[in-house]
């Protein structure tokens, strides 16, 4: 079964390890979360745990959300997010999941909404090279063609091409990162690297897929 839980990313700060050498690391308060709801195959379709972190006035609730935290007998969350698992969890409503579940040294895939930068341009949003910037060029850093030319109704720009537009804000996943450390006493997980999303937003801490 899939590891996993749910924090608030604090910051960037740097470690030293034992022979002296320092590492960048993000510090993540991870937990205690709690379980809100166990979804199986049998009844939702597909294995999952739905846990909430964080305290969050009932003002601040709605009534649908409030009756949700109330039937599986739980406070309410600021957060609230689904953990896939391959196979059922034995965990039930109430049950806490706290930061010892992952250990320095595991590989973990960390998900969060990424900065929003606003409207951005092809070179900037995806990397594409810019035009000649000699004397007389009016192509310094437009996206260029858009697609090819048709003695017909058949001229078009194809759905998906790389375009200007709204950058960032979106979830983005980065995979493979080390945990540095684990501070169990005061739920903090430090992972080397950086990860996304900016300070005080909600992030997920999952098993890696890859290089197990």
């Not at 706290?98 to 900037?124: C, E, Q």
């Not at 720009?157 to 983005?172: E, F, Q, S, Y």
């Amino acid at each position: 079964m899939a590891k996993g839980i749910i924090g608030k990313k604090l910051g960037m700060t740097q470690i030293f390890e034992a022979d002296g050498k320092f590492i960048p690391v993000t510090v993540v308060l991870a937990g205690p979360c709690t379980v809100i709801q166990n979804k199986t195959e049998e009844t939702d379709g597909y294995n999952a745990i739905q846990v909430g972190f964080g305290e969050v006035s009932e003002k601040k609730v709605t009534k649908p959300e409030k009756g949700h935290f109330a039937k599986a007998g739980v406070a309410p969350a600021e957060f609230v997010k689904e953990l896939r698992l391959d196979a059922p969890s034995d965990l039930k409503p109430g049950d806490v999941i706290k930061a010892d579940v992952f250990a320095a040294g595991d590989l973990v895939d960390v998900s969060g909404i990424s900065r929003g930068k606003g409207f951005a341009g092809t070179v900037k949003r995806h990397n594409f090279g810019r035009g000649p910037m000699k004397h007389g060029s009016k192509s310094h850093r437009e996206p260029g063609s858009m697609g090819p030319m048709h003695s017909g109704p058949g001229g078009r720009v194809i759905k998906g091409k790389k375009l200007p537009g709204r950058m960032g804000g979106t979830n983005a996943t980065v995979q493979s990162l080390t945990i540095a450390k684990v501070d169990t006493e005061r739920n903090l997980i430090l992972v080397h690297g950086s990860i996304p999303g900016a300070n005080g937003t909600c992030v997920v801490i999952r098993e890696a897929v890859k290089g197990k």
